[in-house]
């Protein structure tokens, strides 16, 4: 089966910017997607980029979300700008559509006021 990791979360200010990694074999021949959860809410679709790099938003996040692969790196990133408090999250990267029983760690972000 794909095995991702998920890397760069941490703390960063509110405005601030973080990058996210999501490495793997084999991760170049899948489309990928980004996912959040956040305390108490349900697990969320944040973006996808396909086999080719064809990126996919979710329209409340539009604009401060860039999904882009670095395909000699095994690597699909996640650049969140103007970061707010409620992008506070669990960040998980999996499949698009997700494999239901692969979710990974994933990696916290969280963000302060």
């Known amino acids: 089966q794909l095995q991702l990791v998920e890397s760069g979360g941490g703390l960063v200010q509110a405005g601030g910017s973080m990058r996210l990694s999501c490495a793997g074999s084999g991760i170049n021949n899948r489309a990928i997607g980004w996912y959040r959860q956040a305390p108490g809410k349900q697990r969320e679709f944040v973006a996808r980029?396909?086999?080719?790099?064809?990126?996919s938003y979710q329209n409340s996040l539009r604009g401060r979300f860039t999904i882009t692969r670095d395909y000699d790196k095994n690597t699909v990133y996640l650049q969140i700008d103007s970061l707010k408090p409620e992008d506070t999250a669990v960040y998980y990267c999996n499949t698009w559509p997700p494999n239901t029983t692969n979710w990974g760690q994933g990696t916290q972000v969280t963000v302060s006021s």
């Open positions: 980029a396909s086999i080719t790099g064809v990126t």
